[in-house]
Nanobody, 125 residues
Framework: QVQLVESGGGLVQAGGSLRVACAAS????????MGWFRQAPGKEREFVAA????????YYGNSMQGRFTISRDNAKNTVYLQMISLKPEDTAVYYC??????????????????WGQGTQVTVSS
């Protein structure tokens, strides 16, 4: 089981940028996928982005690509989510997740077995 710890959340004004990070510890399988979900108050968890640990292939949720960029640093066992042009509707708790790539990308939270504790991102208008 991979342990995940997020950092970097905070308060930012609309139009600003923020980068959140996720440090992974424990054994990372060769077909590991790391990613991010978010959950706003009163809303369901929403898939943000994912990246394969070995090749760095990426996958984004609807409306995320272009403003959000996921990346990883294998040497540091860390995944990043760079967010630009932030909007108030991006306000949410952002969760780092870990899972396994099984022939296709997944946006289903149930397909990710490891979850971080979450980091709050608040975008003020």
């Amino acid at each position: 089981q991979v342990q995940l710890v997020e950092s970097g959340g905070g308060l930012v004004q609309a139009g600003g940028s923020l980068r959140v990070a996720c440090a992974a510890s424990g054994r990372t399988p060769s077909n590991a996928v790391m990613g991010w979900f978010r959950q706003a108050p009163g809303k369901e968890r929403e898939f943000v982005a994912a990246i394969t640990w070995s090749s760095g292939g990426t996958y984004y949720g609807n409306s995320m690509q272009g403003r959000f960029t996921i990346s990883r640093d294998n040497a540091k066992n860390t995944v990043y989510l760079q967010m630009i042009s932030l909007k108030p509707e991006d306000t949410a708790v952002y969760y780092c997740v870990g899972g396994r790539y099984r022939s296709q990308w997944s946006r289903n939270p149930a397909d990710f077995g490891s979850w971080g504790q979450g980091t709050q991102v608040t975008v003020s208008s």
